[in-house]
């Protein structure tokens, strides 16, 4: 696999499209079915094959709805508010903080889980897509994958999500749902980004003060190329 510090070719994409963190529940009827856009009336996602793109999902308890709610009202929330809009970058950190602070269950702490979850996102790669950087904390899983035609992000994470939940399911010997509906994404600009998106990734359990080096992170691409 190559290393995350391979030099990259991003594609060129229009200055104009933003990440987006939320869009209008009416979103889906206004995206054309011929874009790249699409939405199921809960976040908008860019699909588009040889994308590079940062995602991270989570697991279904891990922040509780009634707390996104307080957030967006105490940050007056529009659905349609674009994604450089400072409300839109204030929620997305209070949910990096919430979730990093380790709240629900936290299944993915379980070594079995994990390695399910790990074993997931890499069965596929060098195929389906290309997996340049991961990581999996105790109650999301952030990722930086490069999509291949065919394969564009939301059937790579449906996989991902359909099959490690059932399976977990079964280990745990629970009947619920395992995670979140919905994942955040963003596709990566240039270069400067993508340098910034796997150091965040790999980053992120010495930032949630797990471990002091980013290589001590058994579930993580840090640790696989540790050496």
């Known amino acids: 696999m190559p290393s995350p510090k391979t030099a990259l070719k991003l594609p060129c994409l229009p200055s104009s499209l933003g990440a987006p963190a939320s869009s209008p529940a009416s979103s889906s009827s206004s995206l054309a079915s011929s874009s790249p856009w699409r939405s199921r009336g809960y976040l908008p996602h860019f699909d588009q094959h040889r994308l590079v793109q940062s995602l ?123 995670w979140f509906r919905e994942y955040f994404d963003r596709f990566i600009r240039d270069d400067r980004h993508f340098a910034k998106a796997v150091d965040y990734i790999e980053r992120n359990p010495v930032k949630a003060g797990l471990v002091s080096t980013r290589e001590e992170w058994r579930w993580s691409s840090a640790w696989r190329h540790r050496g």
Not at 56 to 72: G, Y
Not at 116 to 139: G, K, S
Not at 155 to 172: C, D, G, M, P, Q
Request: net charge neutral.
């Open 56 to 178: 991270t999902f989570r697991l279904h308890d891990a922040i509780p709805k009634a707390v996104v709610q307080s957030w967006k009202a105490e940050l007056a929330w529009s659905e349609d508010l674009p994604a450089t809009d400072f409300r839109v970058v204030k929620l997305r950190t209070l949910t990096s903080r919430y979730e990093d602070a380790g709240h629900g269950a936290c299944w993915l702490r379980e070594e079995r889980i994990a390695t399910l979850v790990e074993n997931a996102l890499l069965h596929f790669d060098t195929q389906r897509y290309r997996l340049i950087a991961w990581c999996i904390m105790p109650n999301h899983v952030h990722g930086l994958v490069e999509t291949a035609e065919s394969w564009p992000l939301a059937k790579i994470v449906h996989f991902w999500k359909s099959y490690t939940s059932h399976e977990a399911n079964r280990i745990l010997g629970r009947a619920a749902d395992f």
